[in-house]
């Protein structure tokens, strides 16, 4: 994964800090391990929120834009952008099914962004209670780089010396995303709840009648329903019904 050196400042940082992500392509992965899931990529210069430390990894805060799941039940939509959690200890999961990662657990009257619907499942912008792991080697203190935020973006407690972190050759990289392209025609069904009518599934359907559902913080589907399209972007992992597995979108074109 790579040789990290690092001064004595830097592994005494005092927890939260900021880090920058120094090479492309970085994994954020759902344990302390390069065998568990990713729940998202990052690129060079996005800056993480760090919180813990456990070896060779560092515990993070999830991006704005990682996708986060959770059980429509357990959020009451006060508009069809936000909601509160209406439960104790509710499970935010990488996947819409109760086998996936558990990426944190909200308390009740949470307030969360709402960013779409899959099935029984609201898609919701990462909290500060939301967490993944990022490996120390492809990140180094914000302070010793040329990537950090402005002081109105980020307001960091850490008051340490400035920190120095020395990384060497990468000699494992990690895996490459499970990326795909495909063509297909979108429908889209809709369920009421309450007052609001909430789109609730997505479905791209390829000519060979081979069906998915989609998901995506970049696009309003509504806009494609019933028009065929080419879809970019990376299955989500952990996914329940193995006849429609889901696409997080990367990107979407028209064809007709």
């Known amino acids: 994964m790579g040789l990290l050196i690092v001064?004595?400042?830097f592994s005494q940082e005092k927890y939260p800090f900021y880090a920058a992500v120094v090479i492309d392509g970085v994994n954020v992965r759902t344990d302390s391990t390069i065998n568990s899931e990713v729940i998202i990529n990052l690129s060079k210069g996005d800056v993480v929120s760090v919180i813990k430390e456990f070896y060779d990894w560092y515990k993070i805060i999830l991006?704005?834009?990682?996708?986060?799941?959770?059980?429509?039940?357990?959020i009451s939509a006060s508009s069809q952008n936000s909601g509160a959690?209406?439960?104790?200890?509710v499970n935010v999961r990488m996947a819409p099914?109760?086998?996936s990662a558990i990426l944190g657990r909200l308390k009740k009257g949470t307030i969360v962004n709402i960013t779409n619907f899959a099935g029984d499942w609201y898609t919701i912008e990462p909290t500060?209670?939301?967490?993944?792991w990022i490996h120390k080697s492809v990140v180094k203190s914000a302070e010793d780089t040329n990537f950090i935020p402005q002081p109105a973006t980020i307001k960091s407690t850490?008051?340490?010396?400035?920190?120095?972190?020395?990384?060497t050759a990468q000699n494992k990289k990690e895996e490459p995303k499970n990326t795909l392209e495909i063509e297909g025609t979108v429908s889209g069904q809709k369920k009421s709840l309450g007052l609001f009518k909430k789109q609730l599934s997505y479905k791209l359907t390829t000519a060979d009648n081979k069906a998915y559902i989609l998901t995506t913080n970049k696009y309003k589907l509504n806009d494609y329903?019933?028009?065929?399209?080419?879809?970019?972007?990376?299955t989500v992992l952990g996914s329940s019904n193995?006849?429609?597995?889901?696409?997080e979108v990367e990107e979407i074109t028209k064809l007709n």
């Open 225 to 234: 329903i019933n028009n065929k399209v080419r879809v970019k972007g990376r």
């Open 128 to 132: 500060n209670e939301t967490y993944g």
């Open 85 to 89: 959690i209406n439960s104790e200890n």
């Open 158 to 167: 850490n008051t340490s010396a400035t920190t120095a972190a020395i990384i």
């Open 63 to 74: 991006p704005k834009n990682a996708v986060c799941y959770v059980f429509s039940r357990y």
């Open 7 to 9: 001064s004595p400042a």
């Open 242 to 247: 193995p006849d429609y597995p889901t696409i």
């Open 97 to 99: 099914n109760t086998k």
